[in-house]
């Protein structure tokens, strides 16, 4: 199962997911930001290799939507409800997706 988590800037919140999940046997993993000048500028391609993208707010579902409409059919895509107040690799941050996420992931738990 291949998973995208994608944030505004790529630098706090969808690398820690990158790094947390990617621990996880069967799974792949990725991240991007949504914003310009983000540390890994989501893409097409990014989109179309996953399985399930994860977005942090709201809003990046929005601007998801807006600029890759075209990539995203057939694509599940969830909100974590996660707001920009973590630090990287943050335990409450951690803890915080592990408890959105691997309920949606099924066998992963």
Same mark, same amino acid.
């Given at each position: @199962? #291949? /998973? /995208?988590?994608?944030?505004?800037? &790529?630098? /706090? #919140?969808?690398?820690?997911?990158?790094?947390? =999940?990617?621990?996880?046997?069967?799974?792949?993993?990725?991240?991007?930001? *949504? &914003?310009?000048?983000?540390?890994?500028? +989501?893409?097409?391609?990014?989109?179309?290799?996953?399985?399930? *993208?994860?977005? @942090?707010?709201?809003?990046?579902?929005?601007? +998801?939507?807006? &600029? =890759?409409?075209?990539?995203?059919? &057939?694509? #599940?895509?969830?909100?974590?409800?996660?707001?920009?107040?973590?630090?990287? @690799?943050?335990?409450? /941050?951690?803890? +915080? +997706?592990?408890?959105?996420?691997?309920?949606?992931?099924?066998? =992963?738990?």
């Amino acid at each position: @199962m #291949r /998973l /995208l988590f994608v944030c505004s800037q &790529n630098q /706090l #919140r969808s690398p820690t997911a990158e790094v947390i =999940f990617a621990e996880y046997e069967g799974l792949e993993v990725d991240s991007a930001g *949504i &914003n310009r000048g983000a540390e890994i500028p +989501l893409g097409s391609e990014a989109i179309q290799w996953a399985d399930i *993208i994860f977005v @942090m707010e709201a809003s990046h579902r929005k601007k +998801l939507s807006k &600029n =890759f409409q075209p990539w995203l059919k &057939n694509k #599940r895509v969830v909100c974590l409800d996660i707001p920009d107040e973590y630090e990287y @690799m943050e335990p409450a /941050l951690v803890e +915080l +997706l592990k408890k959105k996420v691997l309920p949606l992931l099924g066998t =992963f738990r």
